[in-house]
């Protein structure tokens, strides 16, 4: 049966299996939503009718070896192909490939890319989750060829690409509803099923039939299909949909097989329970998004990361990585920007979601223009590259994260050490030290400059401000000006 599991109970049976873990329930996610209604979170969801036997058994994340060694500094940009140009075509985004570049990100997430079901089709255009076909691309995208040139321009430039993966249901007029019937899920009276949320209650998400994980052909289909894009197109990996909906040793038996035919593989989850380790490289920061949110809203005060950093320490350990952001698809159609969440204090919260321990940073189309609308999920809406620029901006953040050892991925990076200040419940200062390197990284959530007393800094000296590049000298303790709903990052 899929059930949403406690944070607690998450962690509980994570760490007898793993030694990297999280815990918590996401609000967001993808697919078949209903008109402006967000999707249910995915959190750790044990799949229907349970799957193999199995017994999951992959090396833990907590190994550094797990990780392929090109992602030790890497951050990660979301692209919604739909929307990125007016064409809305792969050969049109494949212009942009040299200023993703110059921009600094090194990982491009397609959102998916195949044909969308036209039967119950929710809006014009359909959702990108309601897969037809596997093995093909949307004509309207392009061509397979498009694809293969964009995933090969882009590895050209030094980027790899990651494809967008839905395992957990179909389009209902997908070839498998009538070759393979017994592919999916069904009703009493043995009718399709429509996708289930985490709590396995049937939604009302109707272009999309759910799979039956049960089925050993089915999953070897599935891992088929996904080796094809391997083999086919020279992807570097998947972000797996919902990856909660499917079994782990599902996942476990994809990966192995997957890398089998990629050593380098790259596996994101959308999902946050712990155990998703076993098999994906990175899992969602749900939990920290949304403690963002509420901070900088002013509903939660800074004290509230204490509580979210040991919790994460306590079930993640050192290896995993985890993906923490502002904004991405899901937010921005359905919750709105992070302007719209966070206002001013959008910068300081990316600050935090780069450069804390196990971060890896999501940027989403559009965001390095200041993108402020909600894009529409199933009809054309075309990204307005004429807004305020922020690409200084994400491009600093990003070359931090690429030249300071201490702010590395998973096992790569430095502990981090929360910094005392009398600055109260808007302030957040941390270091993070990896060998010679330091990171100091002070928060202002306030909309008033913060002049803050820090102690028990652990290496006094010469620092360098990140941003104005202007030399600092820190004792062990001393005095910090925070501009308001800014940031400061002191490198050593």
Same mark, same amino acid.
Not at 63 to 71: I, L, T, V
Not at 358 to 364: E, H, Q, T
Not at 396 to 418: C, I, S
């Given at each position: =049966?899929?059930?949403?599991?406690? &944070?607690?109970?998450?962690?509980?049976?994570?760490?007898?299996l793993?030694?990297?873990?999280?815990?918590?329930?996401?609000?967001?996610?993808? $697919?078949? @939503?209903? @008109?402006?209604?967000?999707?249910?979170?995915?959190?750790?969801?044990? &799949?229907a009718?349970?799957?193999?036997?199995?017994?999951?058994?992959?090396?833990? $994340?907590?190994?550094?070896?797990?990780?392929?060694?090109?992602?030790?500094?890497?951050?990660?940009?979301? +692209?919604? +192909?739909?929307?990125?140009?007016?064409?809305?075509?792969?050969?049109?985004?494949h212009?942009?490939l &040299?200023?993703?570049?110059?921009?600094?990100?090194?990982?491009?997430?397609?959102?998916?890319?195949?044909?969308? /079901?036209?039967?119950?089709?929710?809006?014009?255009?359909?959702?990108?989750?309601?897969?037809?076909?596997?093995?093909?691309?949307?004509?309207?995208? /392009?061509?397979?060829?498009?694809?293969?040139?964009?995933?090969?321009?882009?590895?050209?430039?030094?980027?790899?690409?990651?494809?967008?993966?839905?395992?957990?249901?179909?389009?209902?007029?997908?070839?498998?509803?009538?070759?393979?019937?017994?592919?999916?899920?069904?009703?009493?009276? /043995?009718?399709? =099923?429509?996708?289930?949320?985490?709590?396995?209650?049937?939604?009302?998400?109707?272009?999309?039939?759910?799979?039956?994980?049960?089925?050993?052909?089915?999953?070897?289909?599935?891992?088929?299909?996904?080796?094809?894009?391997?083999?086919?197109?020279?992807?570097?990996g998947?972000?797996?949909?919902?990856? *909660?909906?499917?079994?782990?040793?599902?996942? +476990?038996?994809?990966?192995?097989a997957?890398?089998?035919?990629?050593?380098a593989?790259? =596996?994101?989850?959308?999902?946050?329970?712990?155990?998703?380790?076993?098999?994906?490289?990175?899992?969602?920061?749900?939990?920290?998004?949304?403690?963002?949110?509420?901070?900088?809203?002013?509903?939660?005060? @800074?004290?509230?990361?204490?509580?979210?950093?040991?919790?994460?320490?306590?079930?993640? *350990?050192?290896?995993?990585?985890? =993906?923490?952001?502002?904004?991405?698809?899901?937010?921005?159609?359905?919750?709105? $920007?992070?302007?719209?969440?966070?206002?001013?204090?959008?910068?300081?919260?990316?600050?935090?979601?780069?450069?804390?321990?196990?971060?890896?940073?999501?940027?989403?189309?559009?965001?390095?223009?200041?993108?402020?609308?909600?894009?529409?999920?199933?009809?054309?809406?075309?990204?307005?590259?004429?807004?305020?620029?922020?690409a200084g901006?994400?491009?600093?953040?990003?070359?931090?994260?690429?030249?300071?050892?201490?702010?590395?991925?998973?096992?790569?990076?430095?502990?981090?050490?929360?910094?005392g200040?009398?600055?109260?419940d808007?302030?957040?200062?941390?270091?993070?030290?990896?060998?010679?390197?330091?990171?100091?990284?002070?928060?202002?959530?306030?909309?008033?400059?913060? $002049?803050?007393?820090?102690?028990?800094?652990?290496r006094?000296?010469?620092?360098?401000?990140?941003?104005?590049?202007?030399?600092?000298?820190?004792?062990?303790?001393?005095?910090?000006?925070?501009p308001?709903?800014?940031?400061? +990052?002191?490198?050593?």
């Open positions: =049966m899929r059930a949403s599991l406690s &944070p607690m109970a998450t962690a509980t049976a994570a760490i007898a793993l030694a990297c873990a999280p815990a918590s329930t996401p609000a967001g996610g993808d $697919s078949a @939503t209903a @008109t402006s209604a967000a999707r249910p979170g995915n959190a750790s969801p044990a &799949p009718g349970g799957g193999a036997t199995t017994p999951v058994a992959a090396k833990p $994340s907590t190994d550094p070896d797990f990780h392929p060694a090109w992602s030790r500094s890497s951050v990660i940009y979301e +692209v919604n +192909v739909r929307q990125y140009t007016p064409e809305g075509t792969l050969a049109a985004l212009a942009h &040299p200023r993703l570049k110059a921009l600094g990100v090194d990982i491009l997430w397609l959102m998916p890319v195949q044909p969308i /079901g036209v039967k119950n089709r929710k809006g014009k255009l359909g959702s990108y989750y309601a897969i037809s076909d596997y093995t093909a691309v949307n004509p309207e995208f /392009g061509t397979i060829e498009d694809f293969r040139a964009l995933v090969a321009g882009a590895q050209q430039l030094g980027m790899k690409v990651i494809l967008d993966w839905v395992a957990n249901h179909t389009a209902y007029d997908h070839e498998w509803v009538t070759a393979h019937p017994d592919y999916y899920e069904r009703r009493a009276d /043995g009718s399709l =099923m429509n996708a289930r949320d985490n709590e396995n209650k049937e939604t009302d998400w109707t272009d999309v039939a759910e799979l039956d994980y049960r089925n050993p052909a089915m999953r070897k289909a599935m891992i088929d299909e996904m080796k094809w894009w391997l083999e086919s197109t020279g992807i570097d998947f972000r797996c949909d919902v990856a *909660g909906g499917a079994p782990i040793d599902f996942w +476990v038996e994809a990966r192995t997957l890398k089998a035919v990629h050593p593989l790259f =596996m994101l989850a959308e999902a946050e329970d712990p155990r998703m380790h076993a098999a994906f490289d990175m899992t969602y920061g749900w939990d920290l998004h949304h403690l963002l949110n509420a901070i900088a809203q002013g509903k939660q005060g @800074t004290p509230a990361l204490d509580a979210y950093f040991a919790k994460d320490d306590s079930v993640y *350990g050192p290896g995993a990585y985890r =993906m923490y952001f502002t904004s991405n698809h899901d937010e921005n159609s359905w919750n709105g $920007s992070e302007f719209e969440r966070m206002g001013a204090n959008h910068k300081p919260a990316f600050i935090l979601s780069a450069t804390a321990q196990r971060s890896m940073p999501l940027l989403y189309t559009g965001q390095e223009v200041s993108l402020k609308k909600r894009l529409r999920f199933f009809e054309k809406d075309t990204v307005d590259w004429h807004g305020p620029s922020l901006f994400y491009s600093a953040v990003f070359d931090l994260k690429h030249r300071q050892p201490a702010l590395a991925n998973g096992p790569w990076g430095g502990p981090q050490v929360k910094l200040t009398d600055g109260g808007r302030v957040y200062a941390f270091t993070r030290t990896r060998d010679e390197n330091t990171v100091l990284v002070a928060l202002n959530f306030g909309d008033k400059p913060a $002049s803050v007393t820090y102690r028990g800094l652990t006094p000296g010469s620092y360098t401000d990140w941003f104005t590049k202007k030399s600092v000298s820190l004792g062990e303790g001393g005095n910090l000006d925070i308001p709903n800014g940031y400061r +990052v002191l490198v050593k």
